[in-house]
């Protein structure tokens, strides 16, 4: 596994606790010889006693011996949901009451941007999939689980008590509620620690600590949507990603009019042809971009979710034909769940800067490493302020 983060980055990153870090890095203390997770509860060692290894192996060969509270040779990437965060404690998830189908409440840290989260889910809102109602996001679901197929919709809307998400599902995802739940927490982005991000990025973050960044559901459908936005607005991205969805996708019974529709999954995107994507309105060149995305994902050698290796899953992604660095790191930013990634060429983001050299934007981006996705998202909402 390579590291994709310097060592300063790194310690950054230690010092938040955030769970996304965890299994990506190792960090190892040289006046007590031990090496821990990212995300111990142990007190925050000095800076310049830190060392930083991608692997368990590499920690130990340089004469490290593991931490008992942390224990990181059980460590994969998104096990930091077992260990007690600094400061705020583990953040907690409750049953509620619902009419509608089985109900709960995540704690987000605050403070929580609600709003502007779901500003830009509403701005990408694909028809028939999702809807934005007043304050609350919906959207149809597909699940594996059990062995079989589950359908249906889930709501998520502020809950009552402040700083916490509900999370409403339709009754026929009951089996599916602890799947659901973790890829609510990954969408609505409510593990972030917003103090730690908003003081590493320095005056950027100063105004909106709370923003977060939209993550995925679903990756593939994520990947064939940053595909379909290559070079076009947002607008029309979110008009074609409806009619792919239309043309491709399963059709589904909810509650809700405007909730119709499945998005496709790459097994039957895979089996399609440019002849069948072209007339939706799509170059035929990204069509063949998103038929190598399914194929790749139906047959396993891409993995968009958050338990990945992220630099062989962004080499992977370039190696697609029509992926280039933008497509790949926007993928990371909302796919991956990786709060480094930075798709430098954006022209939102140039343009925000006021740059018009890729290279100055990865230079200024620097000090906001690992958190330059956060910054992303305050760059994009600075165009619209």
């Known amino acids: 596994m390579a590291m994709l983060l310097d060592d300063d980055s790194c310690y950054r990153a230690m010092h938040a606790r955030d769970r996304r870090f965890d299994g990506r890095f190792f960090v ?27 692997t368990v192996a590499a920690a130990e060969a340089a004469g490290y011996r593991a931490c008992l509270r942390c224990n990181p040779g059980r460590c994969s990437p998104e096990g930091a949901e077992a260990i007690v965060y600094s400061g705020s404690g583990k953040l907690s998830v409750r049953r509620c009451k619902s009419s509608q189908g ?30 934005i109602d007043h ?60 103090v730690e991000i908003a003081a590493g990025l320095g005056r950027l973050g100063q105004s909106h600590p709370g923003l977060r960044v939209p993550g995925a559901f679903d990756g593939f459908e994520i990947g064939v949507r940053a595909i379909l936005g290559q070079q076009v607005t947002v607008a029309a991205a979110r008009t074609v990603a409806g009619r792919f969805a239309s043309a491709f996708g399963t059709p589904i019974d909810s509650p809700f ?36 995305l399914g194929r790749a994902i139906a047959d396993g050698t891409i ?24 497509t790949a790191q926007y993928i990371a930013m909302r796919a991956l769940d990786w709060p480094d990634a930075f798709p430098h060429t954006d022209f939102g983001v140039m343009k925000a800067l006021g740059e018009t050299n890729p290279g100055r934007v990865l230079k200024i981006a620097q000090p906001w490493r690992p958190w330059r996705a956060y910054a992303v998202m305050h760059l994009w909402r600075s165009l619209h302020a």
């Not at 089985?102 to 809807?131: H, I, M, N, Q, T």
């Not at 959207?139 to 509900?166: D, M, Y």
């Not at 968009?304 to 933008?326: S, Y």
């Open 257 to 292: 009019a405007s909730l119709n529709q499945v998005f496709p999954a790459p097994e039957k995107v895979a089996q399609l042809t440019v002849d069948h994507i072209a007339p939706l309105g799509v170059l035929a060149a990204r069509s063949r971009s998103i038929i190598a």
């Open 303 to 326: 993995q968009l979710g958050p338990a990945t290796d992220v630099a062989a899953e962004l080499t992977k992604l370039r190696a697609l034909p029509g992926i280039g660095e933008w």
């Open 28 to 54: 190892a203390v040289a006046s007590t010889r031990i090496y821990c997770r990212p995300v111990c509860s142990a007190r925050t060692p000095r800076r310049e006693n830190c060392h930083f290894y991608a």
């Open 102 to 131: 089985p109900a709960f409440e995540l704690d987000c840290r605050p403070p929580y941007d609600w709003k502007s989260l779901l500003a830009f889910l509403a701005a990408r809102a694909a028809a028939g999939v999702e809807e």
């Open 135 to 194: 304050e609350a996001y919906r959207r149809t679901v597909r699940l594996q689980c059990n062995g079989r197929e589950h359908f249906g919709w889930i709501e998520v809307s502020p809950a009552e008590k402040e700083s916490a998400l509900r999370v409403v599902m339709s009754p026929s995802l009951a089996e599916t509620g602890p799947e659901i739940l973790d890829r609510v927490r990954r969408l609505m982005d409510v593990s972030a620690n917003p």
